[in-house]
């Protein structure tokens, strides 16, 4: 979960700068591309979870 909150922020730091300062747009793209790691790594998270629960 704090790996998860740590990305995000770091997202979130880097859009932005990347949108804020001029001739820094690669920092946005960077930010986008974090934040799109994030999901996927708790979509991962979340998948694996539901795989281990028991029939009954």
């Not at 922020?9 to 880097?14: E, I, K, Q």
């Not at 859009?15 to 946005?28: C, K, P, R």
Request: charge should be positive; avoid cysteine.
């Amino acid at each position: 979960m704090a790996l998860l909150l740590l990305l995000v922020l770091v997202a979130v730091v880097l859009g932005l700068i990347g949108a804020v300062a001029e001739g820094l747009g690669y920092l946005l793209i960077i930010g986008i591309l974090v934040l799109v790691a994030a999901l996927a790594l708790t979509a991962v998270r979340w998948s694996e979870r539901s795989r281990h629960r028991p029939i009954r």
